[in-house]
Nanobody, 129 residues
Framework: QVQLVESGGGLVQAGGSLRLSCAAS????????MGWFRQAPGKEREFVAT???????????TYADSKKGRFTISRDNAKSTVYLQMNSLEPEDSAVYYC???????????????????WGQGTQVTGSS
């Protein structure tokens, strides 16, 4: 069982920045593929970014097209934590942001919800205009 706890959400003005954190339990965090998704009210949960495990992909990252250049995903294996740095935030970025972990591996893109095995409870990000 892997537990994920997100933090760092809050209210931010348009153009501002936030850094979300997700602390994971488990002794083999470095082997997990980690991802961030978000869900706005009345909408489906959507992919934001993913970062591969360092054991074979050297931390390769993938982003949703609309997030490229504004969002950066990173990980600190020593702290068992994954981060999402969000810059130039817009009101449309308002959502609950979820951290996810894929621990069993597979040849996936890791851009779909069903590619992940564990989820956090989410942290609210609200952008104001």
């Amino acid at each position: 069982q892997v537990q994920l706890v997100e933090s760092g959400g809050g209210l931010v003005q348009a153009g501002g920045s936030l850094r979300l954190s997700c602390a994971a339990s488990g002794r083999t965090f470095s082997s997990y593929v980690m991802g961030w998704f978000r869900q706005a009210p009345g909408k489906e949960r959507e992919f934001v970014a993913t970062i591969r495990s360092g054991s074979w992909s050297s931390g390769r990252t993938t982003y949703a097209d609309s997030k490229k250049g504004r969002f950066t995903i990173s990980r600190d294996n020593a702290k068992s934590t994954v981060y999402l740095q969000m810059n130039s935030l817009e009101p449309e970025d308002s959502a609950v942001y979820y951290c996810a972990a894929a621990v069993y591996g597979g040849s996936y893109s890791y851009t779909e919800r069903h590619h992940y095995d564990y989820w956090g409870q989410g942290t609210q990000v609200t952008g104001s205009s």
